[in-house]
């Protein structure tokens, strides 16, 4: 098959006018939080001991707030510099996903690799929402392909990215960025039988080059947490997580299942048809049927995914780490029953799906702007037209992969156009932390910082665009230790209000507001005949 450059070019351009439409959008929750540490990072000049509201952190390593930082120094703190010094970093995924798909099949697999890659959700819309695992997803990919290239070139230069890489991804969120590469690796090699390599003295360099890698990371949780901070990094925060007894509670084992299928929209369907088409050849040929990519790709796949299904924390953002990989698969997939017309029936089966999927991202595409949150700018509807239009015109020609892709690629951006421009801006309306921010820089003095008390208030968006963050107090127990302040500002539910003037402190109540976060807002919530009942109190209070 030979691509046309517009594919390209077009495709392209719509998942970049989807970033861009995206950027304005606040960072709240998890994300708010990575970029606030960096931001202390960059206030503090502290690389090694990581902070957030002055507390020591030791959630995550600090890859992503060391990118963070180094892009508030150079550029100043804005939300904007944060976003895109990620995503000129993970332009190096899409570049890796191209290659790796092209070393293990062919540079078609990796082109339209890439593409899916480049123009998913799970990418345009981490790249917005950043978490840890968006970065992890962009060096996992970049290892394995190194690695992959070194066993078959046997350069060593590629040798010594590939196991860079893994110490990278290991800076970015622990032992699970070692996890990904031997499985990929492992598996092929032990499929292989090729014991020799796998015993090979080469992989005992790798130990020194991850160690000094990850050793910052060692360091600052030694020197604020001791021995649990190593014991936190290798065993609590992944063991944990598996088993719940660090954190988590759910038990659906079928979870990154449905949860894939939304997050790599709009080629969910490639994706799942092309993993089970790549187990399937593996099981018929025996193993024998020497296609280098099959063991590679379900490698670093499978064995995740089984990991992450029994484990009781589960987050979708989680599935970034082999996201390209199942692209990939993917890809290849579309390349042999599109083009090379493998399995014909199956070729109008998977049209048939899509075109399915297609009607019903249309379907919800429409109801916010025209039920939920009405939308009246005209040009919101001019973009939304164009889409639909070269959409609709795509899904009416025959079936060849190049009408799928652009037919996928149309319906795909309108939806993610539509839950940037028109959704999150709206949803976030109702989120008060961002009206008490706002009116806590306006209205306090240059002292002044602004707290959190509480679970329910712990909302990081109000520490990253504060001009003073303070601290965040969770129990009354840190209440008391923090008194007397007088004049700090705190914001806090109606519980911890409610303590608060049961333990008789002396306050002035400035703003108390209907709330609802983002990430808690459900469909009866968005119709705006049901949403009265659903909304809970917050406040925002200074002490005397």
Excluded at 130 to 149: E, K, P, R, Y
Excluded at 155 to 173: E, N, P
Excluded at 415 to 435: E, G, H, I, T, Y
Aim: glycine share 8%.
């Amino acid at each position: 098959m030979k691509f046309n450059r517009s594919i390209l070019l077009i495709v392209m351009l719509l998942a970049g006018m989807v970033i861009v439409s995206g950027l304005p959008v606040p960072l709240i929750a998890n994300a708010a939080k990575y970029a606030q540490v960096s931001r202390e990072i960059m206030w503090n000049q502290e690389w090694i001991n990581l902070s957030i509201g002055g507390d020591a952190y030791d959630q995550k390593p600090p890859l992503l707030f060391w990118l963070g930082a180094l892009s508030f120094t150079i550029f100043g703190f804005s939300i904007l510099a944060y976003k895109l010094a990620v995503l000129v970093v993970s332009f190096a995924g899409i570049f890796a996903t191209y290659k790796l798909g092209k070393l293990l099949y062919d540079k078609n697999t990796g082109f339209i690799a890439a593409v899916f890659w480049f123009t998913s959700l799970c990418y345009l819309h981490f790249h917005n929402d950043i978490h840890t695992d968006t970065l992890l997803g962009t060096i996992v990919v970049v290892s394995v392909w190194q690695l992959t290239a070194f066993l078959r070139y046997k350069k060593w230069h590629q040798f010594l990215f590939g196991i860079v890489g893994v110490g990278l991804a290991m800076l970015t969120k622990g032992p699970v960025g070692l996890a990904v590469p031997v499985f990929a690796i492992g598996t092929d090699l032990l499929w292989k039988g090729k014991y020799s390599e796998i015993f090979h003295w080469r992989w005992l360099i790798a130990i020194p080059v991850v160690a000094l890698i990850i050793l910052p990371a060692l360091l600052g949780l030694m020197n604020q947490f001791g021995a649990d901070g190593i014991k936190f990094y290798f065993w609590t925060n992944n063991m944990g997580r598996i088993t719940g007894t660090y954190y988590g509670g759910n038990n659906d084992p079928f979870f990154y299942i449905h949860t894939s299928l939304y997050l790599l929209i709009p080629w969910s369907v490639f994706s799942f048809a092309g993993i089970v088409l790549e187990i399937r050849e593996l099981i018929m040929s025996k193993g024998k049927s020497g296609r280098e990519g099959s063991l590679v790709v379900l490698g670093a796949i499978i064995p995740y995914l089984l990991i992450l299904s029994i484990a009781k924390t589960k987050n979708p953002h989680y599935l970034l780490a082999v996201a390209p990989f199942m692209m990939i698969v993917g890809a290849r997939w579309a390349l042999l029953v599109f083009e090379h017309n493998l399995f014909p029936r199956l070729k109008g089966v998977l049209t048939g799906i899509n075109r399915g999927v297609v009607v019903l991202l249309w379907l919800i595409i429409m109801v916010p702007p025209l039920l939920l949150f009405p939308e009246k700018r005209f040009s919101y509807w001019v973009v939304m037209v164009f889409l639909l239009v070269f959409s609709s015109w795509f899904f009416s020609r025959k079936s060849t992969l190049m009408s799928q892709l652009f037919m996928l690629a149309f319906c795909g951006s309108a939806f993610l156009f539509m839950v940037s421009v028109n959704m999150l801006p709206n949803m976030l309306k109702f989120q008060s932390s961002f009206d008490a921010v706002e009116y806590f820089n306006k209205e306090s003095d240059n002292n002044s910082a602004i707290n959190i008390y509480g679970t329910k208030a712990r909302l990081w968006d109000l520490f990253l665009y504060s001009k003073k963050p303070g601290k965040y107090l969770v129990t009354g127990d840190d209440l008391k230790k923090f008194l007397p302040q007088p004049g700090a500002w705190i914001y806090t539910d109606d519980a911890g209000y409610n303590e608060m003037k049961a333990m008789g402190i002396e306050m002035d109540l400035l703003k108390s507001y209907k709330h609802k976060t983002l990430t808690k807002q459900s469909l009866k919530f968005l119709n705006p005949e049901t949403r009265e009942a659903h909304f809970e109190k917050m406040y925002l209070v200074r002490l005397k």
